[in-house]
């Protein structure tokens, strides 16, 4: 089976945006669980013992000049899988992805999709849908200039609200 989100990437000539919105995402993930009984990644230590394999997709992607930038909506105060998620993105800024973090309360006024996703190139979108729990259920391609539209606009609102990873601290 292929990834989605590795063909659009390696597809895209210039961006690639991903919009996150929920407060927690697959709580069966060995690595979240790992994090929850006390495992840390040590940005000092050896880089091969917290790059992962997606971090070389991210520094393949953004070597060859694609803007990758991932924008998250969380709720505060933050739920502890958002907790794991600010702890393990040090890696992907290093990598060369851009991350900002955007306070719910500060996204009431924007019009948002109703869930995750990516954006390609500005012109093809990749939905993820989740189970309530946040097990991912099915992905979705669109490519209709209105739904474009609108999730560019969601997202370059996000983006210019939001906190980059370095300045934002948990709540």
Do not use: C
């Not at 109703?114 to 490519?143: A, H, N, P």
């Amino acid at each position: 089976m292929t990834n989605p989100v590795l063909e659009g990437l390696a597809e895209s000539k210039v961006s690639a945006v991903h919009l996150e919105m929920r407060d927690a995402y697959q709580p069966s993930d060995p690595e979240f669980i790992a994090w929850q009984q006390g495992k840390r990644l040590d940005p000092a230590a050896e880089r091969s013992s917290w790059w992962r394999p997606f971090l070389d997709v991210v520094a393949e992607t953004t070597a060859r000049g694609l803007v990758m930038r991932r924008a998250r909506v969380v709720s505060e105060p933050v739920t502890d899988y958002i907790r794991y998620e600010y702890d393990v993105t040090f890696p992907n800024v290093r990598a060369g992805e851009q991350v900002r973090w955007l306070p719910r309360r500060k996204a009431a006024d924007i019009a948002l999709p109703g869930t995750d996703l990516w954006l390609f190139d500005g012109s093809s979108v990749l939905f993820t849908y989740f189970s309530g729990v946040g097990e991912v259920v099915d992905r979705e391609w669109r490519t209709e200039p209105a739904v474009v539209e609108l999730v560019q606009s969601a997202f370059e609102t996000v983006w210019e609200r939001a906190i980059p990873h370095e300045e934002y601290r948990l709540h």
